[in-house]
């Protein structure tokens, strides 16, 4: 009996390995996501994603991500941020990262 009890401890001590390696790494992404800069989350915005750009005059460009380089964001405007009229591209922006001040990820239908 105390060799079986011993045993099941053992097992039970060997999850809580597993449960704090797991705890560590969602502290190491969580201080990653941290020191992440602003313009970081900009390089991170994939081609297609429809946001809304606002730039340091203030005024808003909505369109979709047609590129994003080391220090340009390229964005199609849009008439509309919803359905088939967000397909056609008005005018294209390329707008440096340093001078972008606030993104709005529209959201996906």
């Given amino acids: 009996m105390d060799d079986d009890f011993w045993e099941i401890t053992a097992n039970l001590r060997g999850g809580d390995d597993t449960a704090e390696a797991r705890e560590q790494a969602r502290a190491i992404v969580a201080a990653a996501r941290n020191q992440r800069t602003f313009a970081d989350e900009l390089r991170a915005l994939s081609p297609g994603d429809v946001v809304t750009l606002v730039a340091l005059d203030g005024i808003p460009i909505t369109g ?10 390229r964005v199609g405007e849009v008439v509309d941020a919803v359905g088939t009229a967000r397909r056609r ?9 340093d001078a972008v001040v606030r993104l709005v990820r529209e959201p996906s239908r």
């Fill in 64 to 73: 979709r991500i047609l590129g994003v380089g080391s220090d340009v964001v």
């Fill in 89 to 97: 591209v008005v005018r294209c922006h390329d707008v440096r990262l």
